[in-house]
């Protein structure tokens, strides 16, 4: 790693001012204004207050990584790294105006935006992150899909909602920016890339059948998960287990070997990548992320013979300019071969595979002193076992077990 300045995360950032007539990037401003008063009806806007009546919602989405975005360790541990520029971080992670302790106002130049204490800043909805009113509030009503509820607040059915681009404002942000500073979330372009039929929602948010709101009806709704890499924040409560239950990770990884070999030759395997269910690359998002697959393979004795590493991201230099080194993320639907080879002792083998996948790496993770904080997860785990040709299969290598 040759980063100089070591932001995890390629932090974002609009330099310049848009050229006369381009639109300001949404995350220059936050998605509800400061001071604005909660919807007709309605006594506050933070999600615990929603989740009075919404209960089932507020519960999954307190379970989501959505509701971390403030309290996460990482990035905590960032936005302590340049405050000079926080004021943008906020407007994605605590994105309503009263979540911030500041009114910041562009002035094109990130570094030194106008900066006033926030009167009207509420510390406890601070905490909640991407809450219910950054996908829900706009002008005084409260966006929805239905239309026909007999809500106590005002609704206005929005199309916005059913499609990705509700999503896109904090997920697809790429701009080149200061010198060291870049923003590479593509996640939306590489689902139009895609082109299949699903939007976000359709993935990240399972239909589910139920009262949407307490005394309410009967009705098709959607599951306020917005599960991915399933990398869990901290340990997972039983009810959150169940709620990770519900997604697929979108890889499929296997190992092809032959069963059986002469000792001595070299054996010819292959190692299958496959991005099965991930409309987007994978991993998509963050540039740190990458899938991290380790091949080992063993003698008949169980001493580790061979070792391979296979490692799926981006790699970026920060220093002295951000630079996307190399990409060899899998697309939508792409399957992978990396071909491997290793001697074949004497006895039988027994070959094994993990894949990871990794929110951040250990070194930058040990510089953030992230301690205790789950930086990965296993995604597969795969093992095979190899007969000596001649012998019988009946005899495997010791501890040898398929399956
Ligand atoms: C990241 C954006 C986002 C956040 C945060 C969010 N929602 Fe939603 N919500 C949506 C989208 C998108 C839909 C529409 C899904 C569809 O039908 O296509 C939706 C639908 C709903 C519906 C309609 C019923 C249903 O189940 O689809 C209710 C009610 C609702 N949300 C309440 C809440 C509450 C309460 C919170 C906070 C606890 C919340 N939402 C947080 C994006 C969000
Ligand atoms: C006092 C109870 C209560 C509170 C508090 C409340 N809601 Fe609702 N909400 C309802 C009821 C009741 C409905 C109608 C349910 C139905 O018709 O199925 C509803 C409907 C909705 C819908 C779906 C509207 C549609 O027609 O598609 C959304 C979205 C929603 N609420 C979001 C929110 C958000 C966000 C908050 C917090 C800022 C909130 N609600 C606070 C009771 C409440
Ligand atoms: C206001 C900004 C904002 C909006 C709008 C938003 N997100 Fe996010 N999303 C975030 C942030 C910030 C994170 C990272 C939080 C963290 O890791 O602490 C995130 C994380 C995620 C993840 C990553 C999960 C993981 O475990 O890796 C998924 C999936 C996701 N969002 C889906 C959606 C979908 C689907 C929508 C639209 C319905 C949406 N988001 C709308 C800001 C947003
Ligand atoms: C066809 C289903 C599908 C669609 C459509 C889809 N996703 Fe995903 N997404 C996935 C799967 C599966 C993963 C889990 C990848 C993994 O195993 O880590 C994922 C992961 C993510 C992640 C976490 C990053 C990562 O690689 O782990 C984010 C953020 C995300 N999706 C956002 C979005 C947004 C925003 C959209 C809409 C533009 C979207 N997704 C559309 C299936 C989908
Ligand atoms: C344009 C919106 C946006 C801005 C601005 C933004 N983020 Fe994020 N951030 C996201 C989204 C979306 C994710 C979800 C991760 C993904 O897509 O994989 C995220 C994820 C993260 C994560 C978790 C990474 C992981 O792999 O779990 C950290 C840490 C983070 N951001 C720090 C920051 C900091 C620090 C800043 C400001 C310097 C910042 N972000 C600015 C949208 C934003």
């Known amino acids: 790693m040759t980063r100089g300045l070591p932001f995890a995360l390629v932090v974002l950032l609009a330099l310049l001012p848009a050229r006369a007539g381009e639109p300001r990037p949404a995350w220059e401003s936050p998605r509800?204004?400061?001071g604005a008063a909660p919807p007709e009806g309605l006594t506050a806007m933070t999600a615990e207050s929603c989740g009075a009546c919404h209960v089932e919602i507020a519960a999954e989405w307190r379970a989501s990584v959505h509701a971390h975005a403030w309290t996460d360790a990482q990035f905590q541990g960032e936005l302590k790294k340049d405050p000079s520029v926080g004021w943008l971080c906020l407007n994605c992670h605590t994105p309503a105006g009263d979540q911030q302790a500041e009114r910041a106002e562009p002035t094109g130049d990130p570094k030194s935006p106008t900066r006033a204490v926030n009167p009207t800043f509420n510390a406890a909805w601070r905490e909640e992150g991407v809450s219910c009113a950054s996908c829900h509030v706009q002008d005084g009503k409260i966006l929805g899909v239905y239309g026909d509820g007999r809500a106590p607040h005002p609704v206005e059915v929005s199309e916005r909602l059913r499609g990705a681009e509700v999503c896109l404002g904090c997920h697809q942000a790429v701009a080149t920016v200061s010198p060291t500073l870049a923003c590479a979330f593509n996640t939306g372009e590489e689902w139009r890339a895609w082109g299949g039929e699903a939007t976000c929602q359709g993935c990240h948010m399972p239909e589910v059948t139920r009262p949407v709101a307490t005394g309410g009806p009967v009705r098709e709704?959607?599951?306020?998960?917005f599960l991915g890499s399933l990398?869990?924040?901290?340990?997972?409560?039983a009810e959150e287990e169940s709620y990770y239950a519900l997604f697929a990770a979108g890889l499929d990884a296997e190992l092809l070997l032959p069963d059986d070999a002469p000792a001595g030759s070299l054996v010819e395997g292959q190692l299958i990548l496959h991005n099965a269910r991930a409309g987007h690359h994978l991993p998509s998002g963050d540039p740190e992320r990458h899938l991290l697959a380790t091949v080992t393979?063993?003698?008949g004795a169980g001493r580790v013979i061979y070792v391979a590493r296979y490692r799926v991201g981006q790699r970026w230099r920060w220093w002295p300019e951000a630079?996307?080194?190399d990409d060899n993320r899998l697309a939508a639907n792409e399957?992978?071969?990396v071909p491997f080879t290793f001697p074949m002792p004497a006895g039988g083998a027994v070959a094994t595979l993990v894949v990871e996948h990794r929110r951040i790496s250990e070194e930058a993770a040990a510089y953030h002193a992230l301690d205790g904080y789950p930086?990965?997860?296993?995604v597969?785990?795969?093992?095979?076992?190899l007969t000596e040709t001649g012998q019988s299969p009946e005899n495997p290598p010791t501890g040898a077990q398929d399956g």
């Open 380 to 385: 597969t785990e795969a093992r095979r076992t």
């Open 323 to 325: 630079e996307r080194l």
């Open 335 to 337: 399957r992978r071969v």
């Open 32 to 34: 509800v204004p400061a």
């Open 297 to 299: 393979v063993s003698d």
């Open 231 to 237: 990398i869990p924040k901290d340990a997972l409560s």
């Open 375 to 378: 930086t990965g997860r296993v």
């Open 221 to 225: 709704g959607r599951r306020h998960l």
